[in-house]
């Protein structure tokens, strides 16, 4: 089945210990989004690439980066994790307007900053 | 700028009761609407979504919305909540961009199945 797969499912790193998170679809969409979630409240835009245009929302900070190196592959970096940042964080992918617009989620990677 | 509210923060209803979820959005276009559930730990599910055409939309799982325009809502429905149906629903609006699309989520009602 195509999907949206996450790795690892849970991540535990030290404060100020860069981390990164891994993001792979086989739905060959071009559009991949992260999402930062936390407990209790709605997911919240990070970014987004289209092919490999990147485009960050306004209030992303600059901790958190992203790589989309191929297609299939999208990655979510923080540079140094803070106590703020333990969070579920989603990867979505979509296709474009005309095609499919749906934006479908991944499982999600749970971050614990200790 | 667009928004999504579910008035709901909380439901609990009991297995075999019929279920409805509320939301209102607010957009300048045709708004592209989905609902979205999400079980603990887990990504999100897409139950259903609507584009255009016909207003009574039906999902996943026994789910079905129905979007009115003169009130700008699109509320969930099911007949008969089954205890797996307790989770986190999200209501969302897309902002359709040709770089990809922006979903703005209301802040989720979580519901409780009793038995």
């Known amino acids: 089945d195509a999907m949206v797969i996450q790795n690892p499912r849970y991540q535990v790193t030290q404060f100020g210990k860069p981390v990164t998170l891994s993001c792979s679809q086989t739905l060959n969409h071009n559009v991949m989004y992260w999402y930062q979630q936390k407990s209790s409240q709605a997911p919240k835009l990070l970014f987004h690439?289209?092919?490999?245009?990147?485009?960050n929302e306004a209030d992303t900070p600059d901790n958190f980066q992203s790589r989309r190196p191929n297609t299939s592959f999208c990655f979510l970096d923080i540079r140094s994790p803070g106590l703020g940042d333990a969070a579920m964080y989603l990867c979505?992918?979509?296709?474009?307007?005309?095609?499919?617009?749906?934006?479908?989620f991944g499982p999600g990677t749970r971050l614990l900053v200790l | 700028a667009q928004s999504v509210t579910q008035p709901d923060i909380h439901i609990t209803v009991s297995e075999g009761a019929s279920l409805e979820l509320r939301c209102n959005y607010s957009y300048g276009a045709t708004p592209y609407l989905f609902w979205y559930v999400q079980s603990p730990g887990q990504g999100l599910q897409l139950l259903l979504k609507?584009?255009?055409?016909?207003?009574l939309v039906q999902g996943i799982k026994g789910f079905e919305a129905e979007f009115k325009r003169s009130q700008s809502s699109f509320n969930l429905r099911k007949p008969s909540v089954h205890w797996s149906d307790a989770a986190e629903y999200f209501c969302a609006v897309a902002s359709i961009k040709a770089a990809g699309n922006k979903l703005t989520f209301g802040g989720g009602t979580r519901v409780l199945v009793k038995p």
């Open positions: 979505a992918t979509s296709g474009v307007t005309g095609v499919d617009e749906t934006q479908y």
């Open positions: 690439y289209y092919d490999k245009d990147f485009n």
């Open positions: 609507y584009f255009s055409g016909d207003t």
